[in-house]
């Protein structure tokens, strides 16, 4: 059984999740239904990834009950508008063929069109309308999250950001500690340049005989943050999972931590963030 942290509304999120960006098609359903059966509750999709059907069919095929489950979708950027909003998630619903989610995103705030003040009055209201359960943001930023909390006095349950050894956000943790956010980790694994080979990673493996991803993601779940990594292969997701049977001394957290390069930026180079989202 995964762990689930509570949230600043007061219900759980399973500490470790499925990412499914670009699991798309028939070897998507079938990528994001081995997930399920594997063990994983929460699922990451958004409108943006273009495959809502494709997690809702591995959701049926999985016959998982509906409450077991935390689905996680995201608002595009191109949806800030308040009546969008509202109509985009009404799609995404559709599309998954749920009557609510569990967790609903913004996407990134979009800032050179400055309406993601509005996308969250309508990811509050929709909270008010049970269409969603819990409401958050990703890739905010400090100001971001402050603008939108001082408008609303509603605070983000999660804030998901790029976050991994090469990145690892001390600064950000830290803002959302501050404002008791959650921390959501996505390519939690570093994604291209994913550090398996740094002898503090290859280290910890050995002493705690688990591969490197083990470490890595057992480095998520010490520094309090939710990874939500993907896999479309069984083995993987298998291990990727098992991450709950060792505990990584402190110093060995900190030497994964001081990976961390001074090149970082709040949004990485992924797909995820172009200008039309
Ligand atoms: N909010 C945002 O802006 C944003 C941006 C990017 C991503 N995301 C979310 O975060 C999720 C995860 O991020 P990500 O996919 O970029 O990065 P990631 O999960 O860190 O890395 C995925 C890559 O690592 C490989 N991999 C997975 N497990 C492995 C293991 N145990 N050993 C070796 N390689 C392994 C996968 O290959 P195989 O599939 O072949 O195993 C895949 O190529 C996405 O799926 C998406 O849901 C959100």
Known sequence: MVPTYT???????PATGFGTYPLRGEEGVAAVTSAIDTGYRLLDTAVNYENER???EAIKRSGVPREDL?????????????????????????????????????HWPNPSVGKYGEAWRALVDLRRDGLVRSIGVSNFTQEHLTRII???????????IELHPFFPQVEMR???????????????LGKRQAPFTEPAVVDAAKAHDVSPSQVILRWQVQLGCVPIP???TRDRQVA?????????????????????????????????????M
């Open 7 to 13: 949230l600043n509304d007061g219900r759980s999120i």
């Open 54 to 56: 494709e997690v809702g």
């Open 70 to 106: 935390f689905v996680t979708s995201k608002l595009p950027g191109r949806h800030h508008g308040y009546d969008d909003a509202i109509a985009s998630t009404r799609e995404s619903l559709e599309r998954l063929d749920l009557d609510y989610l569990d967790l609903h995103l913004i």
């Open 150 to 160: 001082d408008e609303t006095g509603v605070t983000p349950t999660v804030n998901q």
């Open 174 to 188: 830290r803002v959302h500690d501050e404002l008791g956010i959650r921390t959501e980790s996505w390519s939690p």
């Open 230 to 232: 993907k896999s479309s």
């Open 240 to 276: 990727n999972l098992d991450i709950f049977g060792f505990d990584l001394a402190a110093d060995e957290v900190e030497a994964i931590t001081a990976l961390g390069r001074a090149d970082g930026r709040l949004f990485g180079g992924d797909p995820d963030h172009h200008e039309e």
